[in-house]
């Protein structure tokens, strides 16, 4: 018995090196690979202003009447390309805006707290400072929407109607999302750090990458972001003040701006919200939710035609 034990320990011991050898190779390749990637990281497509002494990345495309401003969801490492599907199918006709908050994209990453009362002021310098003239049309795509709602509360004249892509809401965000939120930036920080992500299909795992439109440069591009920004600073301390701004957005009046949002059709409660609480129109789609990506087609035309409406 004694000796079947000794056998046993010795396996899980080399089991044991074996994993340990495995993480360490993984991360090792990462940290080369990371290197490798630096110049795409580092050759932004968009152009860089100065906002509280640091980088942040504004991209602009196409001209017209309207300002469309889309303001990506949480975490998403590379909001101007994660945008591209659905904005190059209207840089015909709208003036196309892509903000990458910090920590995102290729703005620098910030060690600060990260209020909605701070990105708010950060992407309304940003947008001066790139001599970006509203009124605007909000596209915000999920955890933005927050930003959007408030937005459109506190500088009315600065937005002149907000298009949800399956955005957040007030309702959404209560203690236990923001757990849930806290627990899943710490786990995807690990795994990306520890170069995990490396040896994963993300591919498969993300909508832009395996849906969209974009050619093999930009996957290289989009990829090697995801590696350099999955659980930047700045990113994890957003998760913070969810609670806070939904109640604020709540007890306020509720936004005097036209709304046309896209939700997921089993997202039934959020619907129900958006359209008795918001007064907005509510446009379900049946699919995940990247609908800018996913339902492209019918996103672009029912925003034209939204849009057409305005004037």
Not at 125 to 138: M, N, Q
Not at 200 to 206: A, H, K, R, S, W
Request: aromatic residues 8%; proline residues 4%.
């Amino acid at each position: 018995m004694k000796k079947a034990l000794k056998i046993i320990g010795k396996v899980l011991l080399v089991l044991l090196i074996l994993d340990i050898l495995a993480i360490l190779g993984i991360f090792l390749y990462h940290r080369i690979m990371l290197s490798k990637e630096k110049p795409l990281v580092e050759a932004p497509l968009g152009q860089l202003v100065e906002v509280d002494g640091h980088n942040m990345s504004i991209y602009t495309e196409g001209e017209g009447e309207h300002t469309l401003v889309f303001l990506s969801g949480w975490g998403v490492a590379a909001p101007i390309l994660d945008f591209r599907t659905l904005y190059s199918r209207l840089s015909d006709e709208y003036k196309i805006v892509v903000i990458e908050k910090f920590g995102y994209g290729f703005s620098d990453d910030v060690d600060s707290e990260r209020s909605f009362d701070t990105i708010l002021r950060q992407d309304r310098e940003a947008l001066s400072k790139a001599g970006i003239e509203g009124p605007y049309i909000l596209c915000p795509h999920s955890l933005s929407g927050l930003e959007a709602l408030y937005w459109a509360q506190s500088y009315p004249d600065e937005v002149e109607a907000v298009v949800g892509l399956d955005m957040s809401l007030p309702l959404n965000c209560d203690e236990a999302d923001q757990a849930e939120m806290k627990d899943s930036y710490q786990l995807n920080k690990w795994f990306n750090k520890l170069g995990f992500f490396r040896v994963m299909n993300i591919d498969g795992m993300l909508d832009t990458l395996h849906a969209g439109t974009l050619t093999d440069e930009e996957k290289a591009v989009y990829r090697a972001l995801v590696y350099a920004k999955t659980g930047s600073t700045a990113v994890g301390n957003e998760a913070a003040d969810t609670v806070h701004i939904a109640e604020v957005i709540e007890n306020a009046p509720k936004p005097d701006v036209p709304m046309l949002l896209f939700i997921t059709d089993k997202k039934t409660e959020e619907q129900a919200y958006a359209s008795d609480t918001l007064g907005a129109k509510v446009i379900p789609l049946d699919c995940g939710h990247y609908v800018h990506i996913l339902k492209a087609d019918t996103v672009s035309q029912e925003m034209q035609a939204f849009i057409a409406d305005l004037h």
